[in-house]
């Protein structure tokens, strides 16, 4: 059983940077898939960045690319999401998942059927 937990979310000024942090609790080890995805009112939940930590693979979304940074701590177990120049359509709810099931094959992924663990997100609002 795999147990995740968001932190770090918060307001911010466009153009600003917040760091969100995921604490990963039970096994997941270098053949587990990571990710970050947002909801945004009225949307469907999107993958953001995912990476797998058995070789540093990672992906983004378009949208995201150039801006933010999926990277892994696993000394502290602990996924970050590391966001810059924000804009106010970043502003969503986010979402730390994991998988075990897939191991490299299907990893990394910005698709929501390869998660099996999801955390309860945080918010992140992006005035202008």
């Known amino acids: 059983q795999v147990q995740l937990v968001e932190s770090g979310g918060g307001s911010v000024q466009a153009g600003g940077s917040l760091r969100l942090s995921c604490a990963v609790a039970?096994?997941?080890?270098?053949?587990?898939?990571m990710g970050w995805f947002r909801q945004a009112p009225g949307k469907e939940r999107e993958g953001v960045a995912s990476?797998?930590?058995?070789?540093?693979?990672?992906d983004y979304a378009d949208s995201v690319k150039g801006r933010f940074t999926i990277s892994q701590d696993s000394a502290k177990n602990r996924l970050y999401l590391q966001m810059n120049s924000l804009k106010p359509e970043d502003t969503a709810a986010y979402y730390c998942?994991?998988?075990?099931?897939?191991?490299?094959?299907?990893?990394?992924?910005?698709?929501?059927?390869?998660?099996?663990?999801w955390g309860q997100g945080t918010q992140v609002t992006v005035s202008s």
């Open positions: 998942a994991a998988d075990t099931r897939y191991g490299r094959w299907l990893c990394p992924s910005l698709s929501m059927a390869h998660y099996y663990y």
């Open positions: 039970g096994y997941t080890g270098s053949s587990s898939c």
């Open positions: 990476f797998f930590p058995g070789d540093g693979s990672t």
